[in-house]
């Protein structure tokens, strides 16, 4: 009776066995399937020893039946420290194991002796046949053993229930109930020497209990749903090299993606004519050398996004491989191109904003001077010749190299240069059109024209125009009267401390005083001009400006001609 009891027990612990593995999980619990695995040999242990004739043999069946209180106990333990959350470093769980080990090795050695097992009887009843077991000198070990285990699963069930975090309490509570519950089983039938163990029932109830939970223990596993969703659900595609450059595997998305790859062998490389080898082998390199990780691709008319990261199988260890992650990217290519297109048009209409907006402090700024310069009946035209003239002495400056002047400070100085005398709008016309020498009053109250040519190029353009074209509109207005060697106004700078602008504004300015006609004089010989603009050189001017006007002299002299005719 107790025989086909136990061989009822043997079967469905195998078919619980056979179950779980027609899940096919892709990830498989070993903790799980460690048990799974040795209940069907425990049990087996129990069903020989209803069978047994000799001491000998029902010494072997003990050798089976002690898996339970050695490994299996043990791998319970972890399996209840894993669902509180408590990571268990590997050398605790190999001097575990191998303290299982050893344990089970005595038990194994002790068959043909006396030194574990004692004296052993067989019964027979109308059960099957009973087996009597006196302990020997190492049994007493076993119940030490057997006490600290207690302890240990005792310790892990009060840290689960005062422990924080999250980890699943109906688990804890099953793993909890199905091993005190055989431990105390355990201990009553020793204690009170029942000839047939009730324990095969109680673990083929919990063979059946750890089955139905290992769908659950799965749900709990976010790496694994993730993998499941992924590959019933993910849109992609997936593809592994090892470190050499060798193809290990692929899913059908990629196969989707790239067909050829589904011609490729497994374990080895990329043919060297193969068009995947760029793709592939390229992002590798670029990857150890440079760090990038993305690349963009076309396939047909698909936009293809390719992420490639290293695999680590083992913490610590370096890299075994690569897995490439490609993804249709065709919808983002299509919305980002719309927006690209957008920001053109709408960059395109900002600069043709701006550009008008310059154009129209360009003519403000203009038509202030002009302005000026129609109550100054001394200064008709000076505006634009100055400009004109400015251009002429930049382009001499940057074809004899001699200062450091690019594009942009060239177009700034130039339209810069309306900006110089603006300040004469808060001098009298009294003092601004007279026509005989000025007073000394009126000569002093005449130099503000500068500092107030500056504070208005400030009002008029700060926070409008570009910072670079406003400070240089600033130095033309406020330092074009300033000399070399510090005789001029309104600070007295001395020689570079004058902006390099305001040094060729100052030259322009001078130059068109001379060669112009004036309420109160003539416009002077160009030869004398030239002259006294070269005595300058040194003591009014920049002497490093003296090549640059000898070899602009000629072209003023042709344009002051030509204006002159006019």
């Known amino acids: 009776m107790a025989t086909t009891a136990f061989g009822i027990c043997l079967i469905i612990s195998l078919f619980v066995m056979l179950w779980m593995s027609s899940k096919e999980y892709e ?17 087996l242990g129990y069903w020989l020893k209803t069978m047994t004739v000799t001491p000998e043999a029902a010494a072997i069946a003990f050798c089976f039946i002690y898996i339970d209180s050695t490994v299996l106990l043990t791998i319970m333990i972890f399996l209840m420290l894993r ?5 268990v470093k590997p050398w605790i769980k190999y001097l575990a194991y191998g303290v299982a080990g050893i344990h089970l090795f005595v038990v194994w050695g002790s068959v043909h002796n006396n030194i574990y097992f004692g004296e052993i009887s067989i019964i027979k009843t109308a059960w099957g046949n009973a087996t009597k077991l006196s302990g020997g000198p190492l049994r007493i070990y076993h119940y030490i053993y057997l006490g600290i285990i207690m302890a240990v699963i005792v310790g892990i069930l009060l840290a689960g229930y005062v422990r924080k975090g999250l980890y699943s309490r109906s688990g804890l509570m099953v793993y909890s109930v199905l091993t005190v519950v055989c431990m105390v089983l355990y201990v009553i039938e020793w204690a009170i020497d029942i000839d047939f163990s009730l324990l095969p029932f109680l673990y083929v109830a919990s063979d059946i209990l750890i089955a139905l939970q290992y769908d659950r223990i799965h749900m709990h596993d976010l790496f694994f749903v993730e993998a499941e969703h992924q590959k019933k659900h993910g849109d992609h595609g997936l593809a592994v090299f090892d470190t050499d450059g060798r193809f290990l595997c692929a ?3 990629m196969m989707d993606f790239w067909p050829a790859l589904s011609r490729v062998r497994i374990d080895e490389k990329l043919s060297e004519d193969d068009p995947l080898r760029l793709v592939f082998y390229s992002m590798m390199e670029a990857c150890e050398i440079r760090g990038e990780r993305t ?3 076309r396939i047909e008319d698909m936009t293809c996004v390719c992420e490639i990261s290293p695999v680590y199988l083992k913490k610590g260890d ?16 299509k919305n980002l191109d719309i927006i690209n297109s957008y920001n053109d048009t709408l960059n395109a209409q900002v600069r043709a904003k701006t550009r008008d907006i310059i154009e129209m402090q360009r003519k403000i700024v203009t038509g202030m001077a002009n302005m000026i310069e129609n109550r100054d009946n001394n200064t008709g035209g000076h505006v634009k010749r100055t400009s004109d003239i400015i251009s002429i002495i930049i382009d001499e400056i940057r074809a004899q190299k001699i200062l450091d002047i690019d594009d942009a400070f060239a177009n700034d100085i130039v339209r810069a240069a309306p900006t110089h005398d603006l300040g004469k709008i808060t001098i009298e016309n009294a003092i601004l059109n007279k026509p005989a020498k ?3 009053e009126e000569y002093e109250i005449m130099k503000t024209h500068a500092q107030k040519s500056g504070e208005m190029v400030m009002i008029l353009l700060d926070g409008v125009e570009e910072e670079h074209f406003v400070k240089i509109a600033y130095n033309v207005a406020r330092y074009h009267h300033e000399r070399w060697d510090g005789r001029g106004y309104p600070e007295g700078l001395v020689g570079s401390m004058i902006p390099v602008e305001a040094r060729i504004m100052a030259v322009a300015d001078v130059y068109d005083a001379l060669a112009c006609k004036r309420s109160y004089k003539e ?5 004398l001009v030239a002259k006294l603009m070269i005595e300058g050189m040194g003591t009014q001017f920049d002497p490093e400006l003296l090549p640059v006007f000898i070899g602009c002299r000629k072209k003023l002299e042709e ?3 030509k204006e002159n005719t006019r």
């Open 251 to 253: 899913n059908r998305r």
């Open 523 to 527: 416009a002077m010989d160009p030869k």
């Open 27 to 43: 990830n498989i619990d070993r903790y799980y399937w460690t048990v799974v695995t040795l209940i069907p040999i425990v049990i």
């Open 559 to 561: 344009y002051y001609h």
């Open 83 to 87: 669902t509180i959350g408590v990571r």
């Open 318 to 333: 370096d890299s075994q491989g690569w897995v490439f992650d490609v993804r249709d990217a065709t919808e983002e290519q």
């Open 438 to 440: 000025l007073t000394d």
């Open 295 to 297: 690349e963009k691709f």
